[in-house]
């Protein structure tokens, strides 16, 4: 039921989230497909970046979270 109205939800009220330690997106796609946005994600692990950016979103950051 709240997958269901959480997809009614516009594009400038959905809840905003971001995603650290994300690897490929296992634990953000749900909240992706249920009308989240997600404005910001990281992983230090290129491939699993790289396959983050093929399945959800190119807005994945390849990098350390220590350097941020």
């Keep these: ?7 009614k939800i ?9 995603s650290l330690f994300s690897g490929c997106g ?3 796609l749900p ?3 249920a009308g989240f946005k997600l404005v910001w ?3 230090a692990n ?3 970046c790289k396959t983050f950016r ?3 979103s190119n807005i994945i950051e390849n ?5 941020i």
């Design 1 to 7: 039921m709240l997958i269901e109205r959480l997809k």
């Design 10 to 18: 516009n594009g400038n009220q959905a809840p905003k989230i971001i």
């Design 26 to 28: 296992g634990m953000d």
């Design 31 to 33: 909240f992706h497909k």
């Design 41 to 43: 994600a990281i992983d």
């Design 46 to 48: 290129f491939y699993a």
């Design 54 to 56: 093929k399945n959800i």
């Design 63 to 67: 990098n350390q979270i220590e350097n």
